[in-house]
């Protein structure tokens, strides 16, 4: 599993590769919980909630963002948000069941384990 966040593609809606313009910055997704297909509808569903929930965050920066295979073979909506802590990105990656979310900072993209203690 963590070979595939490893090799996951961050794009912007128009499919372009897609970089954080603050930092830190955290990209989660609630879709596909606990990487389980579920079909677009029920994905968008997930995504929109997981956009009120961050809208309702004091002094919360949101982008639009997909995560998706190198070959593009599965994409998932993903929101990239700044100006909240990494426990709370971290918080709300357990919300919606995620193996994990990417941290954007100076050094890099590393990969956010949800599950571990």
């Not at 954080?20 to 609630?30: K, L, Q």
């Not at 995504?47 to 002094?59: A, D, E, F, V």
Request: some cysteine; aromatic content about 12%.
């Amino acid at each position: 599993l963590a070979q595939v966040f490893a090799s996951t593609v961050l794009v912007d809606l128009q499919g372009k590769p897609w970089q954080p313009s603050s930092f830190p910055t955290f990209v989660i997704t609630a879709c596909c919980p606990f990487s389980e297909p579920l079909d677009d509808a029920a994905n968008l569903a997930l995504h929109r909630s997981l956009q009120r929930r961050l809208q309702k965050l004091p002094g919360v920066s949101m982008e639009e963002v997909v995560g998706m295979a190198p070959d593009g073979s599965w994409k998932e909506l993903s929101w990239a948000v700044a100006g909240i802590s990494e426990q709370q990105a971290i918080d709300l990656g357990r919300l919606y069941y995620q193996w994990a979310i990417f941290r954007f900072n100076e050094q890099g993209r590393a990969i956010l384990g949800c599950w571990q203690d």
